[in-house]
């Protein structure tokens, strides 16, 4: 089976004295529809492997390919590019943007891909928003909204543009364990349903159980890679 | 790309509505600025485009007299170029005054296209009247021709310059004039020259009083009085010129006299220290208004930069989502330019208010009530419009600048 995105001997080292090595020879490979978790300690590097995974940071050495293509050298735009077509983000903090309606925040990736017209691009926002059951909140403003329901909006946000691979940073941190759950059963669709990976940073040990393949990390290293039986994990 | 920018738009948009103090303080400013521009600036060229159609209808556009701007070589010297090292002790030869083939020099001049030329002869009398006596510069004209060439029509307070024509011995003098010889309208006065000629004149005609350029002490008849008054029959001492394009004025100058020897003095020679003046004043005025618009956008700045503080996680968030650095310099840019755009819009009406109220005031000015001259051309308007535009964008480009350096990772990790 192909990998949809691969990571040979990833690293993340902070400039300093002495410099911080927040990931360290990270080797991983992640396929289509699979749920993987990364667990560890905190501090352990979970967070920033994320981001490197992401392109949201840049790794300091090793490779990074996507479906591959190495993409660990690409320039800023190529990179906020292959943020916007190819990722979907989920923090702990919904991080929605205050200003902007639920509707609106799920609009801004499309929008900005210009792919869609204004009105195509709002019944493809409300579509996804009744997706995860918000089609009544759609015109709130992320302060009157609970934690559950913003933590809805960022995952349909996250899907957007139809993005291979959703990426997940704790994103059920601030939630109670009614919205914990529904927040794990949303990207257990998004895996087996919808065929995109999904990467998600925990310390739930509830998300973790549910994952198809699970990473441990300490002090910056993976430690260990466990598939559950029958999953598509990595090889 | 519409569709990107309107969305860069709404972002901007959203952030400035949620700092609406701040924002309407920016606003403000720039209208301020670029209101107090327009009313400024209208009067100042205003006033200044009125002195300068006062110095060009002043007098003909060219004036050729009858002088040399450099005393003609000597025949000894002209005989014997460079033979002659000095000469001393000379006697130099007493020549007529007067434009010498005169006809000629009026036909080159109304050969010029737009160009009309009009003979005249100046010289100096004395008026008596009841033992009173002042002197006077008359100027012998043709009425036809001056009325082509000068605005004198426009300056009379009664009488007209034709009537030299059809009053056998008319004379125009200056209201003040008339008022010191105790003279109107009709009466006669006794006219001496310096050869000693005497004449009766009748007032036909008196100028308003504050026309400084036409003196107090000066007068005009007819061109053919002139001469017989003061003794140089077929005689002139100068002609005036009147362009079409008075702005052609010194380039034809230059080129009469390089033609005919003669002293032909443009408009804007006569009138050099005060066009230099205007170019000082001008500096001074662009100087301080621009000092206004710049710290008019101070305000634009201070509002930027703060936005750009505060949206340091909103920042983060597009960029995790991914919109470019330079879709972040755009929106903090974009809030500079909507800012200093509705300051312009704002600003404009504003100006143009102030240009009323100025406009509608009057001042007695020698004895009429006179409007504030004021410019009110479009000139202005974009001017102003461009100024606050381009230093708008400055001032928010500089803090847009540190939106597009901020490390998303930084933020991400901080929050987390």
Known sequence: ?235 | MSGRLGLLMDIALKHLARRRRQTLVAISGVAVGVGFFLAVSAMMIGSQRDFIDQLIDAAPHIVISDELRSRPPQPGVRAFPGAAVALHGYKIRTEVRGLKDWPAILAAANMLPGAIGSPSLTGGVTLRLGGHEEALGIVGVEPELETRISTIEEKLRAGRLHDLETAQGGIIVGEELARRLGVGMGDIVAATSAPGTTRSLRIVGLFKRGQSQLAASSGYVLLREAQSLLGRPFIINRIGIHLSDPYQAEPVARQLEARFGYKAESWQERSADFLSLLVTRNVIMYSVVSAILLVASFGIYTVVSNSVSDKRRDIAILRSIGFSEFDLQLVFVAEGIILALAGVLLGWLLGYGLMAILGSLEFPIAGEDERLPLDRSPRQYAIAAAASLLAGTIAAWLPARKAARVDPVDILRGAA
């Open chain 1, 1 to 235: 089976m192909s990998h949809l995105l691969e990571a040979r001997n990833l690293r993340r080292i902070l400039p300093g004295d002495p410099p911080v090595t927040l990931v360290a020879e990270a080797s991983l490979a992640i396929r289509p529809g699979s749920f993987t978790t990364i667990v560890g300690p905190s501090g352990c590097g979970k967070s920033s492997l994320l981001y490197l995974l992401g392109l949201i940071d840049r790794p300091t050495g090793g490779t990074l390919l996507l479906e591959g293509n190495d993409v660990s050298a690409l320039d800023g735009d190529a990179r906020a590019r292959l943020r916007l077509e190819r990722f979907g983000f989920v923090f702990q903090f919904h991080f929605l943007l205050p200003e902007f309606s639920a509707l609106e925040n799920v609009m801004l990736p499309i929008r900005r891909l210009g792919r869609l017209d204004h009105s195509m691009a709002e019944a493809r926002a409300l579509d996804l928003l009744k997706a995860a059951g918000l089609e009544g909140e759609a015109g709130k403003t992320p302060d009157r909204l609970s934690g559950g329901e913003r933590q809805r909006v960022a995952i349909a946000r996250a899907l957007a543009n139809d993005p291979t691979l959703i990426l997940a940073d704790e994103p059920t941190g601030n939630l109670d364990s009614q919205n914990s759950a529904r927040v794990i059963a949303a990207f257990r669709t998004i895996a087996s349903d919808q065929g995109r990976a999904v990467i998600c940073v925990t310390h739930d040990l509830t998300i973790a159980a549910a994952a198809d393949v699970r990473i441990s990390m300490l002090d910056g290293r993976i430690v260990a890679i466990e598939s559950s039986p029958g999953s598509t994990g990595p090889s």
